[in-house]
């Protein structure tokens, strides 16, 4: 609570008792969304799994840079406040969520996979195998996994996929904002090797000024030349 301080006294006021009274709410509410996004894991956890990890992809639809996957294994009921769907984040909420997950995650596995191995066996087999990375980058092997989105082929691990699972699993929601936040640094690294792209603004994406920096300078070494976005330019 911030008090109002007048010749020396405390003065506790109506309005700082009503902003006390609001930010405990939302605070309140905010515990009962994420208790629920851990029904899931809970339910999970009840029939023997001991290591369930939530699993997302970030650059799928990227006309550049890696497509990159990510595994998060979060203790159970582990309260960090605002975790949802990273594309619902700003960046500087990510950046500190981010940190807040990889800190306080009983493990984190990262995959990366290159533009050129993308344009080897394509976008989909891609993040697939970006997804099987992150796991193998766990320190445990999960016995359980969530998926955003489909199942992974050819793994030998228990796993559920869920449409919009940043959406309806803390796990998954976790790696949206590890994978995204960990692309966006690698695609900020980039801009600097290729600056005319604009990679530190539209992170690879297809914006007006980057399909015109493709026609102006055509693609670089970084750019998926499998995409017809990339290849018509």
């Known amino acids: 609570m911030v008090l109002e301080v007048k010749d020396g ?94 800190n306080r995650a009983k493990d984190v596995g990262i995959g990366v996979v290159e533009a050129n191995i993308i344009d080897r066996i394509n976008i989909a087999q891609a993040s697939f195998l970006a997804m099987k990375k992150a796991i193998l980058n766990l320190k445990e092997m999960p016995d359980f996994l969530l998926v955003d989105g489909f199942k992974i082929p050819h793994l030998d691990i228990s796993q559920l996929a869920l449409i919009k699972g940043e959406d309806r699993s803390i796990s998954i929601a976790a790696a949206s904002i590890i994978a995204k936040v960990y692309r966006d640094n690698i695609m900020v690294k980039y801009d600097q090797k290729y600056p005319q792209y604009l990679f530190k603004k539209n992170k690879g994406y297809g914006t007006e000024e980057h399909l015109k920096a493709l026609l102006k300078f055509g693609s670089s070494e970084i750019h998926r030349k499998s995409f017809k976005r990339v290849v018509s330019r």
């Open 9 to 102: 006294k405390v003065k506790i006021t109506k309005s700082i008792i009503f902003s006390y009274q609001r930010k405990m709410e939302k605070l309140y509410a905010e515990r009962i969304r994420i208790y629920n996004l851990y029904n899931y894991e809970s339910r999970l956890k009840n029939e023997g799994y001991s290591l369930v990890a939530g699993i997302d992809e970030a650059g799928r639809g990227s006309l550049s840079g890696p497509v990159v996957a990510a595994a998060v294994i979060l203790p159970c009921r582990l309260f960090i406040p605002y975790i949802k769907d990273s594309k619902k984040l700003n960046a500087q909420k990510r950046a500190r969520l981010y940190h807040s997950i990889f």
